[in-house]
């Protein structure tokens, strides 16, 4: 990859990867990472679309949508989708790539440092530290402090990735495009099953030693988690056809919730 056919240079992209520390910033239940990520990827998306205001509204707007991935990774995935924004690839292969790779890569993280790399380097610093050691909180340090500078390249590691698939990104755009929206179904789907949990907790009673369980002996015997999914679709066409706010329907939820538990029912 040749520098001087890039918009951006190494050092600007370095800088992407130190701005991904805001991700988690403005953390809310309704785009989750949205604001963090927009945040991050604004000057440069200021920079590419600097002649055209329409277009960084609509880059800005999509930049801002809902997304949950793994902090320290995420600069990879900034850097893989600045790539396309230069190049003003079509919006909807954009997204759908967004969507389709923030919730693997999501799970690689988690799984690389929160459940591996740092539980055993703190077990052995740990160990180190009781033991009367400075070596203890040195190391730990080191090991974080280079996981933190990991972001920066990430970031051009994703950026350079991006660039040199452009030509074949543009060659299987329709099959790329479909396959992502497709992945990025099954991630959301995947997420609405984590996230949104009903259970019915009343009763109906038969006699005095037997009852039926409304969830266990109705409605899972229907179809496992039939009452999320059904509340999800519900929200969906509030949000999308009755256009009602998502903050809105935030504070219903919550309203619903705490009256069905002081009432017995959830």
């Known amino acids: 990859m040749k520098e001087s056919k890039n918009l951006f240079t190494k050092k600007e992209i370095g800088k992407l990867g130190l701005r ?5 910033s403005c953390f809310n239940y309704e785009r989750m ?6 945040y991050s990827m604004m000057p440069y998306l200021k920079k590419i679309h600097k002649d ?7 880059a800005m707007k999509d930049n801002m949508e809902f997304i949950n991935t793994n902090p320290t990774i995420s600069p990879f995935l900034m850097g893989f989708l600045l790539s396309l924004e230069e190049k003003k690839e079509d919006r909807n292969l954009i997204n759908s790539l967004k969507v389709a790779l923030f919730g693997p890569l999501a799970g690689i993280g988690d799984a690389l440092l929160w459940f591996t790399l740092l539980p055993i380097i703190a077990g052995i610093c740990a160990s180190f530290a009781q033991q009367g050691s400075l070596l203890g909180p040195i190391v730990f340090f080191i090991v974080y402090l280079g996981i933190f500078l990991s972001r920066i390249f990430l970031a051009r590691f994703g950026y350079e990735l991006g660039t040199k698939a452009i030509d074949k990104i543009k060659e299987s755009s329709k099959a790329l495009t479909k396959g992502a929206t497709t992945l990025g179904v099954t991630v959301i789907g995947a997420l609405i099953a984590t996230y949104v949990n009903i259970t019915v907790l009343s009763e109906i009673k038969i006699n005095a030693e037997h009852s039926i369980s409304l969830q266990k002996d109705f409605f899972d015997k229907i179809l496992p988690n039939i009452l999320p999914l059904a509340y999800t679709f519900l929200m969906y066409y509030f949000l999308k056809k009755k256009k009602v706010s998502p903050t809105v329907l935030i504070i219903a939820t919550f309203a619903l919730a705490i009256i069905g538990s002081l009432l017995g029912v959830l």
């Open 20 to 24: 991904s520390i805001f991700l988690q």
């Open 33 to 38: 990472q949205g604001a963090g990520w927009a």
């Open 52 to 58: 055209d205001k329409e277009a960084l509204s609509v």
